[in-house]
């Protein structure tokens, strides 16, 4: 496998190549050294990477989630997702979601934001403040109902 290293020298975008930075704490005429380029007005980007063969296998896994929505998880609190295995075999998420702690809204927000839904009854903010939220099951069986009608499939 060969490894690869790319660098190009660059406009610093932090002072716009100027070499002299001024946020919102330097006012008037006062400008500071741009500490990203040191004074320079030029940056290098560097990107290394390796060839890539194909996906490799990790043995320290045993189940995958889709999304994991802000929690500190580990495998005995989690009840969604799918093993590694059948990840590995291309399987789906469909019904795997984290439907104890989110609603439909909430995991399809960063999941695959074409299926959030957006019902009249969904609440403004933060998802768990939803006047629905602790009968989020029943939001879970419309968005399934949904689902299967966008598919074709009857209910």
């Known amino acids: 496998m060969a490894s ?36 320079t007005g030029m940056v290098v980007i560097e990107q290394k990477w390796n060839d890539f063969v194909s996906r490799k296998i990790r043995a320290d ?3 995958v989630i889709q999304h994991n929505p802000g929690y500190v998880l580990n495998e005995t609190l989690v009840t969604y997702g799918i093993s590694y295995e059948e ?28 299926k959030k839904p957006n019902w009249d009854w969904c609440g ?10 602790e009968t989020k099951e029943k939001c879970w069986e419309r968005f399934d109902k949904e689902q299967k009608l966008k598919k074709g499939e009857k209910s």
């Open 4 to 39: 690869h290293v790319w660098k190009q020298e660059a406009e610093c975008s932090s002072c716009g190549g100027t070499g002299i930075y001024r946020g919102i704490g330097e006012r008037g005429t006062l400008g500071v050294v741009c500490h990203t380029c040191d004074g």
């Open 61 to 63: 896994i045993t189940v």
């Open 87 to 114: 990840w590995l075999k291309g399987g789906s998420f469909e019904g795997k979601e984290d439907r104890e702690r989110c609603c439909p809204a909430w995991w399809y927000q960063s999941v695959d934001y074409d």
């Open 124 to 133: 403004y903010g933060a998802f768990s403040q939803c006047k629905h939220f």
